[in-house]
């Protein structure tokens, strides 16, 4: 069944939800702040550790690098097209909405919750190569591994920032939704250098989310997200 791991990824999370908002109110505010930055730093190291994995390579004995330009340029144009599109406004407007139907207009946090949680189950090579393999090889493997890990996430968020972390199952559901029907059209001509670029680039991503956590900023991260088209583009090249 095309699709069945993007559903049992979303049923990963909305336990987690449940389970944090059940045991949250349990936990102090100190602990509540400390599970967040984990989660801010387990992000970061993912996404770094998964961007390096591109960039880095043993060659005669020697660390080499590259990709610099790849990320320069799809940042640089991703961002600046995210922008143009206020990619980063129409995911507050839905999380405002959201708020707005679950009569959570009391909760301070539910945004901080709902973007946090949004961008770090969202964003990455996972949420995008997951579907794909789901849809072209029927193998939704990888999104029970992402699962878990969102599963724990969501968890510790929920916990920390209430049910606004919970609430990102939408656009996990509509993301990923989004790019297993696409795997369907366009997944058989994306060559392993794109797949490559995607990873590269998505984890950069991931690594900013991990900032956003651990230091309480705001960097655009939805704004950034046209840089994984423009990183698939750039492997024709």
Known sequence: ????????????????????????????????????????LSSAFIGASGTLARMLALENGSLTSGGAMLLVISLVLGGLTGALLDIEGKLERLGLWLRRKSHSEGDSRFMDGFTSAAFTIC?????????????????????????????IIVMALSASLGRGAVFSVV?????????????????????????????CVGNSLIFCVGVNLMFDTKLPVANLLPSLIVACVMALF
């Open 171 to 199: 656009p996990l559901f509509l993301f990923q939704g989004a790019m297993t029907l696409l795997a369907c059209l366009v997944g058989p001509l994306l060559s392993d250098a794109a797949l490559a670029n995607l990873s």
């Open 1 to 40: 069944m095309i699709g069945l791991g993007t559903l049992i990824n979303c049923a990963m999370v909305l336990l987690g939800g449940a389970v944090g908002l059940l045991f949250g109110r349990a936990i102090r505010q100190e602990v509540q702040r400390v599970m967040t930055i984990a989660c801010g």
């Open 123 to 151: 964003i990455g090579a996972m949420a995008i190569i997951g579907p794909m393999n789901d849809a072209l090889y029927h193998d939704y493997s990888l999104l029970v591994t992402k699962g878990i890990l969102d599963c």
